[in-house]
């Protein structure tokens, strides 16, 4: 007799309603053990942590027969209440029998809090500004941070340490936002409905996070007018933008802390008198103080500063508010586990009342219902904290699979998700094969690891063998398969689509390869994107896994009367598959289809290297 036989969390006749509830919910719950197990009483605790971890104890009355099993069932009513409940069951029987079930979570959230549908239907793009795109060798003379700018596109990223022995990413390829604007058709054939920018304000560094100044567009990439320019073409073209928003760090070189003295303001380095200084705290004023992990060039930000918060989020022309006036969409909230829960409240206020169709996401690298940071359960997925969050675990099962693992395990962690996570959330995931952060997919696929056993400089002159590229070619184009068909915004890293290789920062941070790019890929992303904009049962429509076993992995999406199914064999061998209907398909080696089912249930395929 197993745990999952006497209670299923995902089975109807076990929970109602499914997943993750809003308050005031009533759920029902209910045990089904066999007869043959003799017992003829059972309770439901129930924990509720944001309530001081109040415990109820609720009674489950036998409420007849299923079959061979009895039945024990009982109702939980959620109230009020906002916040996860852990709950667990208790079987008795005769003289000292007893059975034990759980804990097992409930997601209680905010079901008045409304979230855009737009961001979790449409495909995201994300853009590092300064490799993707130039339209002229920048001169860099004048610009904070000692920069210098590569004479070749192609040439290969700055990576090895200073004489000091640094790391000062102050190398620059000239990537702009005139540039992005002069490929927006490109990115449109492509499918894309969200361009989302790695940051974009000044800052020393070429990737940006260690912001100098929120109210400045970087000078290498253009000026406010430029990016007022860029947003309005891509309005005009029905695409959406998604900036990075680096409140928890600054930069060293900044007007707030101004450590080397750069900006003509006074900053908290400077003098405690500073209008800056209380943003940071020093255990050793100057030359010590909180960084984000410890980094000298990333001092860490006070987030509930009042002068903060007011300058960030509260005033009439804080930073949020004013780049959505600008013409952006929405926030993309970098390490937003290090952010108080307070200020992401507060920040999606003003979010809203600025622009209410605009979006909050959150860069989070777990099961986001349950984080915990600094000791504190986070409030992420609860209503009016964040809309949707990066779906770093859908990546990682993904990749599980591919490199050999059985899709069983994708389908049981893609479920504990939407189990956990509020329906708007799940749909609404920024869901992604790679990032800025991440070793780039086509290399982890083609060489099976991140091959960290080997020195950087190793890994820098590393490129994949014919068959290594083969192979991982074949490897990507059933994960982008799957990511297109999966629920959630599916988001390509620029150059993905092109066949880029690298390894970790900053070799999967190369310059876009115009002219070069390996157009069957590209094409495949293309009808991909093709469509997810024509099934709105890929964009909106549930999930029902028809096979996840070994290397087969098969789901359909519903919405209404069209039905799509995903199906994708990551084994070498070929596979049979047996459809909803009846009907059987052989699925090749490496081998990915997207099928419509009809009323009937025969199977048309709707997709190839070549679009429709």
């Known amino acids: 007799m197993t745990d999952s036989r006497i209670y299923d969390s995902r089975d109807p006749r076990c929970k109602t309603p499914y997943g993750a509830v809003s308050a005031g919910t009533r759920v029902t719950f209910t045990l089904r053990p066999p007869r043959t197990g003799g017992f003829s009483r059972a309770r439901l605790l129930a924990r509720f942590e944001f309530r001081d971890n109040e415990v109820q104890e609720l009674?489950?009355?036998?409420?007849?027969?299923?079959?061979?099993?009895?039945?024990?069932?009982?109702?939980?009513?959620?109230?009020?209440?906002?916040?996860?409940?852990?709950?667990?069951?208790?079987?008795?029987?005769?003289?000292?029998?007893?059975?034990?079930?759980?804990?097992?979570?409930?997601?209680?959230?905010?079901?008045?809090?409304?979230?855009?549908?737009?961001?979790?239907?449409?495909?995201?793009?994300?853009?590092?500004?300064?490799?993707?795109?130039?339209?002229?060798?920048?001169?860099?003379?004048?610009?904070?941070?000692?920069?210098?700018?590569?004479?070749?596109?192609?040439?290969?990223?700055?990576?090895?340490?200073?004489?000091?022995?640094?790391?000062?990413?102050r190398d620059f390829f000239g990537g702009s936002l005139a540039g992005v604007l002069e490929k927006l058709d490109y990115l449109k054939e492509l499918g894309v409905d969200t361009l989302y920018f790695c940051p974009v304000f000044e800052g020393a560094e070429n990737h940006r996070y260690g912001t100098g100044d929120y109210e400045k567009i970087d000078p290498m990439l253009g000026t406010e007018e430029s990016f007022r320019a860029l947003c309005a073409a891509a309005h005009a073209r029905g695409m959406r933008v998604l900036l990075d928003g680096v409140f928890n760090h600054q930069g060293y070189v900044s007007k707030y802390f101004n450590g080397d003295g750069s900006y003509p303001a006074v900053g908290a380095s400077q003098s405690q008198t500073s209008p800056y200084y209380r943003w940071y705290h020093f255990t050793h004023w100057p030359d010590k103080y909180d960084a984000w992990w410890g980094i000298y060039s990333l001092p860490a930000v006070n987030e509930s500063e009042p002068g903060y918060m007011d300058y960030i989020i509260r005033a009439p022309d804080s930073i949020v508010r004013r780049w959505l006036r600008a013409g952006a969409d929405g926030w993309r909230l970098d390490v937003a586990d290090e952010l108080p829960d307070d200020f992401i409240h507060a920040l999606r206020a003003a979010v809203r009342e600025t622009k209410p169709e605009a979006v909050v996401i959150g860069e989070v690298w777990e099961d986001g219902s349950n984080k915990i940071a600094y000791s504190v359960r986070r409030k992420h997925l609860l209503g009016g904290y964040l809309d949707g969050l990066m779906n770093y675990p859908f990546r990682s099962a993904v990749l599980d699979w591919l490199l050999g693992g059985d899709a069983c395990r994708f389908q049981q962690e893609m479920e504990t998700l939407r189990e956990n996570y509020p329906p708007a959330a799940f749909h609404s995931a920024m869901n992604a094969l790679g990032t800025h952060d991440t070793v780039r997919i086509l290399t982890l696929l083609g060489v099976g690891s991140e091959c960290r056993d080997h020195g950087r400089d190793w890994r820098a002159a590393r490129r994949l063998s014919p068959e290594e590229r083969a192979l991982g070619l074949a490897r990507l184009k059933l994960a982008a398969l799957v990511l297109y068909a999966f629920p959630g915004s599916p988001t390509v890293y620029y150059g993905d689509e092109a066949g880029m290789e690298g390894f970790e920062d900053p070799f999967n941070r190369r310059t876009f390869p115009w002219g070069r790019e390996d157009r069957a890929l590209t094409g495949w992303f293309r009808a991909l994107g093709r469509a997810r904009h024509r099934f709105a049962a890929l964009r909106k429509g549930d999930i029902r896994y028809v096979r996840a076993a070994g290397p087969v992995l098969a789901f359909t999406r519903t919405w209404e009367d069209e039905t799509v199914l995903c199906a994708a064999n990551a084994g070498p061998a070929p596979a049979e598959l047996e459809l909803p209907g009846g009907e059987t398909r052989t699925l090749g080696p490496w081998e990915g289809r997207l099928l419509r089912l009809e009323a009937c249930q025969a199977a048309e395929d709707v997709l190839s290297e070549r679009g429709f």
């Open 59 to 169: 009674p489950m009355p036998w409420s007849g027969l299923d079959g061979s099993r009895d039945r024990f069932t009982c109702t939980l009513d959620t109230g009020d209440y906002l916040g996860l409940v852990w709950y667990s069951f208790r079987l008795e029987g005769l003289g000292d029998r007893s059975l034990e079930l759980g804990e097992y979570q409930l997601t209680v959230y905010d079901g008045t809090q409304a979230v855009p549908p737009w961001f979790g239907e449409g495909v995201t793009y994300q853009i590092f500004p300064d490799r993707f795109r130039r339209t002229g060798v920048p001169d860099p003379a004048g610009m904070v941070g000692g920069r210098w700018v590569h004479a070749g596109w192609d040439e290969e990223p700055e990576w090895r340490p200073d004489g000091r022995g640094e790391i000062r990413n």
